[in-house]
């Protein structure tokens, strides 16, 4: 039976979760084929944990979720058979195959089965993009389709050293071309090197792509993928030249066996360079291609991944934090008022409700730039490129920004719930683990947003020009200040933003202009000019957020029913308030808001978490997130929770005998003075 107050929230919602689950899948059929797809797993008993995973050893922990991935790529093969890669599919649907497949991995029925993640992850979202993005047709005809199918390849991407991380210039890693065997010669000439976070390198994979920079008679020719064997595909044992093993614990995501990889002068053949993008012939002649999407294209396929896995968090832990904030009551409002629930106080609501927006507006925002990624696609592919750097910059901004926000936003979720949420049993610890891995993997934060902001300031400049901007930044050519009318409106919230952005970006190119007069060095005026740069990236991140959930707004309320409709535009407003009043110094800095506009816009913000309050729970029910993919005794959908948590603490070994042999062998020794 439900815990009463969980009923009435369910039954005084104006909104059918039902109807904001189909919305939120994308249809009814995506909603039941992805429900059946969920039974066939979850109603198995060979895929329900024997105990709580975080009572496993390290070394257990990973034999037994890689069993487990085994036995689930096994049972998926024939629903993935429809999906996989063939000779007649094009690239881009591969590619979108591959996305789909990831996302499947990422979202409820992986996040059910591997609640520290899946161990083969990086297989699928990082080894097979590349294959098809860097390889040839001849080198995907060899790899890819027995990569795909797993047939003695199980790979992962090297790319990530001891020494160097983002800055990948400044990896050491080096391939020396030998024209008299035609082959490369792989070493990692420093403990710095060393290839280091790799998922699945430690004990799973066989082969990598490892980015080495080349040389052919001594002469440095850039970066570049190869595919080098790691382990011997009969005994698994590594291959002669190859130092390979596993990096330990982690504060997160620990079903993935990250790892090291040394080198010392592993030969591959010349056909095992990667070379869809460019070449080195048998004589030792490079040459290279046309500008690729894969310079930026694995990278962002991999950002845009990573913005709806932080979003998929995000909503976990948003859906616990407001069912727990259902059942829970504690602290009168009114004197002589029995305990409310503290969803009912107006902090705890600021607390939960803007995060509930930021993960839905996160994955439309990642499923726009995911469509901007297929179109940048078939473009190179007619030899254009002209939105390439567009879309590197929004895949480096949302990526940042996005994974930043959702990991603050996930400790406010957590802290919402008390102490309670700091249980292992709460699981705020393994989201909040996998999110914050996602601010430093695949590009550190403080990077991204840095090489998004020198877009910026070159597009603000071609602006200055009068020359036509690409689409997500034409507001830093036409920004002029906002009317302020009687009410507050969503469109002026939007143009505030973006008027924000315009001035931040003009003041950090005003000030490099400076700082030139200063230093010769164009990456010293950088650096003088960081805080500013980031500071504009981050508000063109808010502005492109914002603009991009009005838009979803006024499609909303076109295809949807009238009252879920208003529940997604009051979340919409609740979203874009909560960016302005994040924004508010630097709008301040350059709109001159009064003191009775500045009051609007809190009032309207109060005013939305108050009128939304009595759609929360449904709203989060809707996310449709099975106890089992939440994995909280604080989140679970009867609102048992004092019963799930003494049950689970219950669990612990240390319960299994009424004392433990410490009290013979130390405590009572210690309390009699014998030890």
């Keep these: 039976m439900t815990n009463i107050d969980l009923q009435r929230e369910r039954q ?141 390849i199980i790979g ?15 990896l050491e890693t080096r391939a ?18 060393y290839k280091w976070w790799p998922g699945g390198l430690g004990q799973t994979a066989n082969v990598a792509i490892v980015m080495a920079q080349l040389y052919i008679k001594g ?39 990250n790892g090291f990889l040394g080198l010392k002068d592993v030969r591959i053949p ?84 803007p995060q509930i927006a930021k993960g839905i507006f996160f994955r439309i925002a990642a499923d726009v730039v995911w469509l901007i990624y297929q179109s940048v696609a078939k473009e190179l592919g007619a030899g254009q490129r002209r939105n390439l750097p567009e879309l590197h910059a929004l895949s480096c901004c949302l990526k940042a920004y996005c994974s930043a926000e959702a990991e603050e936003a996930v400790e406010i979720l957590r ?62 050519r036409n920004a002029t200040p906002p009317k302020w009318g009687k009410s507050v409106e969503l469109k002026t919230l939007v143009r505030l933003l973006e008027y924000a952005a315009t001035e931040s970006v003009r003041s950090a190119f005003e000030y490099q202009k400076k700082q030139r007069k200063i230093f010769k060095s164009e990456p010293m005026v950088t650096n003088k000019a960081g805080i500013r740069l980031i500071q504009s990236a981050t508000l063109h991140a808010r502005a492109f957020l914002a603009r991009n959930a009005s838009e979803e707004a006024e499609k909303l309320r076109r295809q949807l029913k009238p009252a879920l409709a208003e529940v997604l535009v009051q979340l919409t407003e609740i979203f874009v308030l909560d960016l302005c009043l994040a924004s508010l110094g630097n709008i301040l800095l350059s709109f001159p808001l009064n003191s009775r506009q500045v009051e609007q816009l809190k009032t309207r913000f109060e005013r939305l978490l108050e009128e939304f309050r009595v759609n929360a729970v449904t709203v989060v029910d809707g996310f449709d997130f099975s106890d089992r993919v939440l994995g909280s005794t604080l989140g679970c959908y009867d609102g048992h929770v004092y019963e799930r948590l003494l049950a689970e603490a219950c669990q612990s070994p240390l319960n299994e005998e009424p004392v433990n042999q410490t009290f013979q062998t130390h405590l009572k020794p210690l309390m009699q003075g014998k030890l």
């Design 270 to 353: 010349r056909k095992q360079m990667l070379m869809k993008n460019a070449e080195v012939r048998p004589n030792g002649r490079f040459v290279k291609g046309p500008e690729p999407l894969l310079t930026y294209g694995t990278m962002v396929f991999a950002r845009v991944m990573i913005v709806r896995d932080v979003s998929f968090g995000l909503l976990q832990a948003a859906t616990i934090a407001t069912r727990y904030s259902a059942v829970r009551r504690q602290s009168p409002i009114a004197v002589d008022q029995p305990e409310p629930q503290i969803l009912d106080h107006t902090t705890q609501q600021a607390k939960l409700f």
């Design 156 to 170: 992962t991407y090297a790319q990530t050293e001891l020494g160097h991380g983002t800055f990948i210039r400044g």
């Design 176 to 193: 020396d071309y030998d024209m008299k065997s035609e082959e490369f010669i792989l070493n990692t000439p420093s403990l710095s090197a």
């Design 415 to 476: 802290k919402s719930c008390g102490g309670h949420g700091y249980l292992r049993s709460s699981n705020f610890p393994e989201i909040y683990g996998a999110v914050t891995a996602a601010c430093t993997y695949e590009g550190e934060n403080t990077v991204l947003l840095l090489q998004t902001a020198r877009f910026l300031v070159k597009q603000y400049v071609d602006g200055l020009k009068r020359k036509v901007l690409p689409s997500s930044v034409t507001y830093l």
């Design 12 to 152: 005084a919602a104006l909104i059918s979760s039902e109807d904001f689950a189909e919305w939120w899948a994308g249809g009814r059929d995506a909603l039941q084929e992805r429900r059946a797809l969920d039974k066939l797993f979850t109603e198995d008993d060979d895929f329900t944990d024997p105990q709580h995973t975080s009572l496993m050893s390290h070394k257990e922990l990973y034999e037994y979720t890689l069993a487990k991935a085994c036995k689930f790529i096994s049972k998926l093969r024939d629903w993935h058979a429809a999906k996989a890669y063939n000779k007649a599919e094009t690239q881009q649907s591969a590619i979108a195959s591959l996305y789909d497949f990831r996302m499947l991995l990422a979202g409820q029925l992986g996040t059910a089965l591997f609640q520290q993640s899946f161990p083969l992850r990086l297989h699928f979202s990082m080894f097979l993009p590349t294959l098809l993005g860097q390889g040839t047709e001849e080198q995907q005809r060899e790899w890819f389709e027995r990569a795909w199918r797993m047939d003695g």
């Design 219 to 257: 002469k440095h020719y850039g970066l570049h993928p190869f595919l080098v064997r790691i382990r011997n595909a009969q005994t698994h044992l590594p291959e002669p030249g190859v130092d390979v093993g596993e990096i330990g614990p982690k504060l997160g995501l620990n079903g993935v066996n």
